[in-house]
C-alpha cells in the first residue's frame, strides 16, 4: 500500500488545480489505496456526474467511507478540499466528452478503435468465465420462483437487458431500478427466490446493500462485477465476472454493456433445453 506522499508524487500535486485530472489519478492508483480511499474512489469513478451534485456528507454516506477519508482522498489527488475535487472532476468530464467528440470528427480511426475496445471486453469476458460458476446459477434459477435484479445508473440499465433476456428463457425475472424498493424486495425473498445485483466496481452501496439483504432473506445471490475480491462478492453465492475496459469508461458512457449482454447471452443458453438456444 503506498504512502500518502508515494500518492501526491503521482499526482503531481504542485499542477495548477485547472490542470488536475483526479479521475485519472484515482484510476491508475486505486489499488493502492487504503480500504476507506478505495470505496470513496471506487464510488467516485462509478458515478462522477453525481459525485459532483454531491455534498460532503452525502458522498460520505453512499460511499460508505468516513468524511475525513474523503478529505484525505482530495488532498491526495491534488485538489485543496471537497469541492474544489468537484469542480476539477467536472473539468475532467467535460474535456474527456470534448476530446471524445474530436476524435469522432478526425475519421474513422476513433470508430475502429472503438470497435476493437468493445469487440475485446466481449472477448476478454469470454475467456475469464467460469463455466461451472455458469452453471451452477443457470440451475439455481431454474429451480427459483422469483428472480429480482438490480443496479444503478449503466448498471441498471445492464439489468434490464438482463432481466428481458431471462424472462425470453424462460425464468420469472424482474428488474428493479428504485433503490428503496429493491431492498424492500429483498427482504421478502426467500429459498426459492434469486437474487442479482450488478455493479462494474462492486462498491456501490445501494447494489451491495440489495444482495446483502437478499443473502440474509435466504436468496441464491449472484454478483456481475469486474471486481472478484469486492464488497458485492462477498454476498454472493456467485459471480459472474466481466472483462475491465481498456479504456476506463466514465460518465454517461454505456461502453460497459457488450460485455453484459454477453453474460446473458451465456447464461440465457445455459437455461435452454439440450439442443436449443434460448429465444
Excluded: W
Amino acid at each position: 500500500m503506498a504512502s500518502d506522499n508515494e500518492l501526491r508524487t503521482a499526482a503531481a500535486p504542485d499542477l495548477p488545480e485547472a490542470e488536475l485530472r483526479p479521475l485519472a489519478f484515482m484510476e491508475r492508483n486505486l489499488d493502492s489505496f487504503p480500504p476507506a480511499l478505495a470505496r470513496a474512489a471506487k464510488y467516485l469513478l462509478e458515478n462522477p456526474e453525481k459525485v459532483v451534485q454531491y455534498t460532503l456528507r452525502e458522498l460520505s454516506g453512499f460511499s460508505r467511507a468516513g468524511e475525513a477519508s474523503i478529505v484525505r482522498l482530495c488532498h491526495i489527488a491534488g485538489a485543496p478540499g471537497f469541492s474544489q475535487l468537484k469542480i476539477a472532476v467536472a473539468r475532467e468530464l467535460a474535456l474527456r466528452n470534448a476530446t471524445g467528440r474530436t476524435r469522432g470528427e478526425a475519421g474513422q480511426d476513433a470508430l475502429a478503435a472503438l470497435a476493437v475496445d468493445l469487440a475485446a471486453s466481449i472477448t476478454d469476458t469470454g475467456a475469464a468465465l467460469d463455466a461451472r460458476a455458469l452453471d451452477a446459477v443457470a440451475q439455481a434459477l431454474q429451480g427459483s420462483t422469483r428472480i429480482d435484479l438490480f443496479g444503478s445508473g449503466v448498471s441498471g440499465i445492464i439489468a434490464e437487458l438482463f432481466s428481458y433476456r431471462l424472462l425470453r428463457a424462460g425464468v420469472n425475472a424482474h428488474c428493479i431500478r428504485d433503490a428503496v424498493l429493491a431492498h424492500e424486495v429483498a427482504n421478502g425473498l426467500g429459498a426459492d427466490s434469486a437474487a442479482i445485483a450488478i455493479s462494474e466496481s462492486g462498491a456501490t452501496t445501494e447494489t451491495v446493500a440489495f444482495l446483502e439483504v437478499a443473502r440474509k432473506a435466504g436468496a441464491f445471490t449472484v454478483a456481475v462485477t469486474c471486481q472478484e475480491r469486492s464488497a458485492l462478492a462477498t454476498h454472493a453465492d456467485a459471480v459472474l465476472l466481466m472483462a475491465r475496459l481498456q479504456r476506463p469508461a466514465y460518465g454517461a458512457t454505456i461502453a460497459p454493456v457488450p460485455r453484459a449482454v454477453f453474460l446473458a447471452e451465456a447464461l440465457a443458453s445455459r437455461l435452454a433445453p439440450p439442443g436449443r438456444i434460448a429465444r
